[in-house]
């Protein structure tokens, strides 16, 4: 079981270029979440998925876009790279909605994507 | 959404003694309340959690407890070791669908030996 695997590990970039962020999980959960972490803000949601075929927006989604094609795989694309979002991007998983009435279930991390855009 | 707020942002601590971390939401619905730590470059992981009907959790050292009331949730290290230094997490679900967790903004934990 590896668990949720993210690649690349790592990826420089000049503005304006494109690029897809890879998210891979093995535990057949339904949900998946795309986070963006920098200094002192802790873990910002960007886009989110419930189930297979579906996506919706968090809480910073400009300039970002994705897919969940595959119930495993949840990509995360950069149409035109920028440099505020330089960042380390962690890719998650839950069997179930975090806060479902009955008791939630904690989320799964893969071991982030450092991206620098220059 | 949810708000969560998280204090301290920075706590040092000497070796073997305590540390107490506090966390805060607006939403009385909320029923998950989970804690992430997160050691330097990597992944973060969970280390406790505590769903509402339950006013404290202990597993070893690490120890949760929930007031529902003032809506906040508190992490308790005790006997710090240095391999307790990382920023831990707290989170709770967004009101919203309670499909997503909203997270604090972190706590750094040094502990000195």
């Known amino acids: 079981n590896a668990g949720v695997t993210q690649t690349p590990k790592f990826r420089v970039l000049k503005t304006g270029q494109s690029m897809t962020l890879l998210c891979a999980q093995d535990?057949?959960?339904?949900?998946m979440y795309w986070y963006r972490q920098d200094p002192g803000m802790g873990l910002r949601l960007i886009h989110y998925?419930?189930?297979?075929?579906?996506?919706a927006k968090g809480e910073v989604p400009d300039g970002y876009n994705v897919s969940r094609l595959k119930k495993q795989n949840f990509l995360l694309g950069l149409e035109s790279a920028a440099p505020s979002q330089t960042s380390v991007y962690f890719c998650?998983?839950?069997?179930?909605?975090?806060?479902?009435?009955?008791?939630?279930?904690?989320?799964?991390f893969g071991d982030g994507t450092r991206l620098s855009i220059l | 959404g949810e708000n969560v707020e998280q204090h301290p942002s920075t706590l040092s601590v000497q070796e073997g003694d305590s540390a107490v971390i506090k966390c805060t939401y607006s939403d009385s619905a909320s029923n998950y309340f989970p804690w992430y730590k997160q050691e330097l470059g990597k992944r973060p992981q969970l280390i406790i959690d505590?769903?509402?009907?339950?006013g404290e959790k202990k597993d070893q050292r690490i120890a949760v407890t929930l007031n529902k009331t003032a809506k906040h949730f508190s992490l308790h290290i005790t006997e710090t070791q240095p391999e307790d230094s990382a920023v831990y997490f707290c989170a709770a679900p967004n009101r919203r669908g309670y499909q997503k967790v909203t997270f604090g903004i972190g706590t750094k934990l040094q502990v000195i030996p």
């Open positions: 505590i769903r509402s009907n339950v």
């Open positions: 535990m057949n959960h339904e949900y």
């Open positions: 998925s419930v189930g297979e075929g579906t996506t």
């Open positions: 998650a998983s839950s069997p179930i909605a975090p806060g479902i009435l009955s008791g939630g279930q904690p989320q799964h």
